[in-house]
């Protein structure tokens, strides 16, 4: 049901309240002549949002005596929604696990729109009208954040939990399980210091994205730890500056590379030009790795999986970093293999 300005800006107050058990489950809501006062409405624009919230399960009527609350916690859909903007194989693995519990998966893909506060913010109104079970949430890091909406949902008793950093600066109030990218950047910097790389070069990727402020903040965090006298940061698609820092380091540099398809770039390019170097990457949402690389794990599916057995548990919080685990660090090869002096 489409309605107008007025009566949906009076459905959305409305539903708030109820959302909010501002209006409990069993209460009379205000008589039809109460709204038209309380909102300068007239009598068919209240129906038409009466109707809707009828519609969408949030009250039904009695007839001669007036609109109740229904207890919508009770009267939750079977359907778990997800907020992914990886590949498709990764979604039918998400998919198969959430039908495996019996539900069906609403999918909200970021991958055609991008970011956009506005559309996600479209989709997270209808997961709470719709009232599904549990939302697994990658929002976007663009502002205005849909933090107020996330909220609504937790309070309406869907189960949420974060995937993804939506933002560098703080972690999410609601339940989350994300990979600890800031541990990436240490990690990447510290395996290359091991294999014996003595510049150490971030490739970094041209966005303002969490996990690029994150994984950056890491690798610069170790660089100061260890004493690090060499290094620095290059624009990721900057091929040229890439291969002239490789170039001056004399076969001692080791490369960080923060997508991987540009490291799968590099590679050839290295090999093009004769160079040398340590090279590892960082596993993001949708990264595909064969074992000739040498990147940082987070074991995705393993935490989809573990996400979905909060969503359908009783367990009242789950909030953890996910730490990464350097894959086939065998593969990160440079001619002096003398490790760094700290």
């Known amino acids: 049901m489409e309605l107008g300005f007025k009566a949906d800006i009076i459905y959305q107050k409305l539903a708030e309240r109820i959302i909010n058990k501002h209006y409990p489950a069993g209460m009379r809501l205000p008589t039809?002549?109460?709204l038209c006062t309380e909102f300068s409405a007239s009598r068919n624009t209240v129906r038409a949002t009466l109707d809707k919230l009828s519609e969408h399960g949030l009250i039904y009527k009695i007839r001669g005596s007036g609109c109740y609350v229904k207890d919508i916690i009770a009267k939750k859909s079977g359907i778990v929604s997800v907020m992914y903007h990886g590949d498709m194989d990764m979604v039918v693995r998400i998919q198969d696990m959430i039908l495996g519990r019996n539900c069906l998966m609403s999918l909200f893909s970021q991958?055609?729109?991008g970011w956009s506060p506005e559309v996600e913010a479209g989709f997270l109104e209808q997961v709470l009208q719709q009232r599904h079970r549990g939302l697994m949430?990658?929002?976007?890091?663009?502002?205005?954040?849909?933090?107020?909406?996330?909220?609504?949902?937790?309070?309406?008793?869907?189960?949420t939990i974060h995937t993804e950093p939506y933002r560098s600066d703080k972690l999410p109030a609601e339940n989350y399980l994300m990979p600890d990218y800031f541990q990436a950047g240490y990690a990447a910097a510290s395996a290359l210091l091991i294999a014996g790389c003595r510049k150490l070069i971030m490739a970094a990727a041209r966005t303002g994205a969490p996990y690029r402020v994150l994984t950056q903040a890491g690798f610069e965090a170790a660089i100061k730890q260890h004493g690090v006298k060499e290094h620095c940061l290059i624009e990721e698609d900057d091929y040229s500056k890439i291969i002239d820092a490789v170039r001056q380091s004399k076969g001692s540099a080791g490369i960080f590379v923060t997508v991987h398809k540009?490291?799968?770039?590099?590679?050839?390019?290295?090999?093009?030009?004769?160079?040398?170097?340590?090279?590892?990457?960082v596993e993001l949402s949708g990264d595909h790795?064969?074992?000739?690389?040498?990147?940082?794990?987070?074991n995705r599916a393993g935490m989809f999986e573990q996400a979905l057995d909060f969503i359908f548990s009783d367990r009242a919080e789950l909030k953890e970093l996910v730490l990464p685990i350097v894959a086939n660090a065998e593969k990160i090869k440079i001619s002096n293999n003398k490790k760094v002096e700290k």
């Not at 205005?144 to 609504?152: A, D, E, F, V």
């Not at 790795?289 to 987070?298: I, V």
Request: glycine share 6%.
């Open 32 to 34: 039809e002549a109460e």
């Open 111 to 113: 991958r055609q729109e």
């Open 137 to 159: 949430a990658s929002c976007t890091p663009i502002q205005p954040y849909n933090g107020n909406l996330i909220s609504k949902l937790e309070k309406a008793g869907i189960r």
């Open 262 to 281: 540009i490291a799968q770039s590099i590679r050839p390019l290295l090999k093009q030009q004769k160079l040398e170097c340590g090279l590892i990457s």
């Open 289 to 298: 790795f064969n074992s000739d690389d040498a990147f940082l794990d987070f």
